[in-house]
């Protein structure tokens, strides 16, 4: 098992990366402990750090008298996310609550323009699927899982369908432009394991949600992100009537008259430090150009898979994940019988960080805006050497509630 591209070739790689020099402008705490679970929570960059500070600072200064700064960052931030990672007009995207209360705001809206049944697919993440069944029953439609994506969307009594452009365990990244609804339903188009890491073009979309934790590395809790196509908007009413979508907010009326725009789709308080966050991450994101993250995401989820083939088979590994670059995201699964114990001895034993997703795939998330190919060797090298010598069966095996 001494095939494959040598670490020589990976450490090359790093040193002809155009990217290579953001790695420095991330905390990197310990250099040795491999993070490669991106996909679920990004690194903070030094520049959130110092934002986040100031707009603490700015907060005591000015306590409310900062709100008519505050009151319009969701806009104006999410018309950054629109130009630099989506694909998308100024006006359309909106950051504000979580991508749980914006996939139940849109299926709503959605509903009131469509007829049919509520479809998704069974291996939909798990949020989606729960959000869009309760809506269903509140609404009295239909809920239909399909088997696939692809039969989601030729679900004749469809009215509203809802995928997941990357899928949270496989990485399988599909194609908003050729995957539409058969049957004219609206689809809402779930970006969270996409933003920050591949190519997204909306105007191909009508709707969409995502958030900003994973590629887009905004800190854990960070705010969601909806998207609704410009010409659709005034068609659309939210089922969270909150003030902040109120057309003449401060009139405090005693009837709801929504917001013209994307501000309709407003609820409450806007996440002032989460969007101060968002916005300062967005500066990297948009110096280093989505065009070259997508690129660099691929290459290095091409390196999992290639070490994985050579090294990893013959230990009981397969790759889960599509190998052509044009149909994955930035992170790989690898199946094993073993996956859970296997997961927590590369984090515990060997400086690893990956996550576990049942029944059997390791997720190895390759975030390209810090990762580098020498990480990717690195990881792969240590997990070879760790089931190739059986030193994985000695972490306990039970589980636990985050995996």
Same mark, same amino acid.
């Given at each position: $098992?001494?095939?494959?591209?040598?670490?020589?070739?990976?450490?090359?790689?790093?040193a002809?990366?155009?990217?290579?020099?953001?790695?420095?402008?991330?905390?990197?705490?310990d250099?040795?402990?491999?993070?490669?679970?991106?996909?679920?929570?990004?690194?903070?960059?030094?520049?959130?750090?110092?934002?986040?500070?100031?707009?603490?600072?700015?907060?005591?200064?000015?306590?409310?008298?900062?709100?008519?700064?505050?009151?319009?960052? #969701?806009?104006?931030?999410?018309?950054?996310?629109?130009?630099?990672?989506?694909?998308?007009?100024?006006?359309?995207?909106?950051?504000?609550?979580t991508?749980?209360?914006?996939?139940?705001?849109?299926?709503?809206?959605?509903?009131?323009?469509? #007829?049919?049944?509520?479809?998704?697919?069974?291996?939909n993440?798990?949020t989606?699927?729960?959000?869009?069944?309760?809506?269903?029953?509140?609404?009295g439609?239909?809920?239909?899982?399909?088997? &696939?994506?692809?039969?989601?969307?030729?679900?004749?009594?469809?009215?509203?369908?809802?995928?997941?452009?990357?899928?949270?365990?496989?990485?399988?990244?599909?194609?908003?432009?050729?995957?539409?609804?058969?049957?004219?339903?609206?689809?809402?188009?779930?970006?969270?394991?996409?933003?920050?890491?591949?190519?997204?073009?909306?105007?191909q979309?009508?709707?969409?949600?995502?958030?900003?934790?994973?590629?887009?590395?905004a800190? #854990?809790?960070?705010?969601?992100?909806?998207?609704?196509?410009?010409?659709?908007?005034?068609?659309?009413?939210?089922?969270?009537?909150?003030?902040?979508?109120?057309?003449?907010?401060?009139? $405090?009326?005693?009837?709801?008259?929504?917001?013209?725009?994307?501000?309709?789709?407003?609820?409450?308080?806007?996440?002032?430090?989460?969007?101060?966050?968002?916005d300062a &991450?967005?500066?990297?994101?948009?110096?280093?150009?989505?065009?070259?993250?997508?690129?660099?995401?691929?290459?290095?989820?091409?390196?999992?898979?290639?070490?994985?083939?050579?090294?990893?088979?013959?230990?009981g590994?397969?790759?889960?994940?599509?190998?052509?670059?044009?149909?994955?995201?930035?992170?790989?699964?690898?199946?094993?019988?073993?996956?859970?114990q296997v997961?927590?001895?590369?984090?515990?034993?060997?400086?690893?960080?990956?996550?576990?997703?049942? #029944?059997?795939?390791i997720r190895?998330?390759?975030?390209?805006?810090?990762?580098?190919?020498?990480?990717?060797?690195?990881? $792969?090298?240590?997990?070879?050497?760790?089931?190739?010598?059986?030193?994985?069966?000695?972490v306990?095996?039970?589980?636990?509630?985050?995996?």
């Open positions: $098992m001494t095939g494959g591209p040598t670490r020589a070739e990976a450490q090359a790689r790093d002809d990366d155009p990217l290579a020099a953001l790695r420095e402008r991330y905390a990197i705490p250099p040795e402990r491999i993070y490669l679970d991106g996909n679920s929570l990004g690194r903070p960059a030094y520049a959130i750090e110092e934002r986040v500070a100031a707009t603490v600072t700015d907060w005591g200064a000015r306590v409310v008298e900062g709100w008519p700064d505050w009151v319009e960052l #969701p806009r104006r931030v999410g018309d950054r996310l629109a130009e630099i990672c989506l694909g998308a007009r100024p006006g359309e995207v909106l950051v504000a609550d991508t749980t209360v914006n996939l139940y705001k849109l299926a709503h809206a959605a509903l009131d323009l469509r #007829p049919g049944a509520v479809v998704t697919d069974a291996d993440f798990p989606d699927r729960y959000v869009l069944e309760g809506v269903a029953i509140a609404r439609r239909p809920f239909i899982l399909a088997g &696939s994506a692809e039969e989601a969307l030729a679900e004749p009594n469809a009215g509203l369908v809802c995928l997941s452009h990357v899928d949270y365990r496989s990485g399988r990244l599909l194609d908003i432009a050729r995957h539409r609804s058969a049957a004219g339903a609206l689809v809402i188009w779930d970006l969270s394991h996409s933003v920050g890491a591949v190519r997204i073009d909306l105007s979309a009508d709707l969409a949600i995502g958030c900003s934790y994973k590629y887009l590395n800190g #854990p809790g960070g705010p969601g992100f909806l998207y609704v196509r410009r010409e659709m908007q005034d068609q659309m009413v939210s089922p969270i009537r909150g003030w902040f979508s109120q057309r003449d907010q401060f009139a $405090m009326g005693p009837t709801y008259d929504p917001a013209p725009g994307i501000d309709r789709f407003m609820a409450g308080s806007p996440p002032v430090i989460g969007l101060a966050a968002l &991450s967005l500066d990297l994101i948009a110096e280093a150009g989505i065009e070259r993250l997508a690129a660099k995401g691929a290459a290095l989820t091409q390196l999992i898979i290639e070490l994985a083939d050579e090294w990893l088979e013959p230990l590994f397969a790759v889960a994940t599509p190998r052509s670059p044009a149909e994955r995201g930035s992170h790989v699964a690898l199946r094993h019988i073993d996956a859970w997961c927590r001895a590369l984090i515990e034993r060997a400086g690893v960080v990956p996550d576990f997703r049942r #029944p059997d795939l190895f998330g390759a975030p390209p805006i810090y990762t580098r190919f020498v990480d990717v060797w690195d990881a $792969m090298d240590r997990l070879r050497d760790l089931v190739a010598s059986g030193r994985y069966r000695e306990d095996a039970g589980t636990r509630r985050v995996t």
